[in-house]
């Protein structure tokens, strides 16, 4: 099993989990984050006065999946996810060795 965690761009959420659920994939953990990478923050202008935002806005969408489905799920989150812009985001991918599901007590791929 796989863990995907995807840095993205809050606008583009709903594309994310559109193309995740077409691929097969059920569930999924949004957290809200801020972050930058090589974009830096940018400059805005509040009531005449010039600030910088470090941080920007960014979600962190984490799905666990079968090793069967990571090609599909990581092809479906870079496709949805992507603007060609600075900032688009980044995928990490990692093992999980186990998955237990607390209600039915269900371990492994049966409890994805």
Partial sequence: ?????????????DEVKEALHEVGLQGMTVIEAKGFGR???HTELYRGAEYVVD?????K?????????????????????QTGKIGDG?????????VVRIR?????DKAI
């Fill in 90 to 98: 980044k995928i990490f991918v990692s093992d999980v060795s186990e």
């Fill in 39 to 41: 974009q830096r923050g």
């Fill in 1 to 13: 099993m796989k863990k995907i965690e995807a840095i993205i761009k809050p606008f583009k959420l």
């Fill in 104 to 108: 039915t007590g269900e371990t492994g």
């Fill in 61 to 81: 969408v984490e799905v666990v999946v079968a090793d069967s489905q990571l090609d599909a799920a990581l092809e479906a989150v870079s496709s949805a996810a």
């Fill in 55 to 59: 941080f920007l806005p960014k979600l």
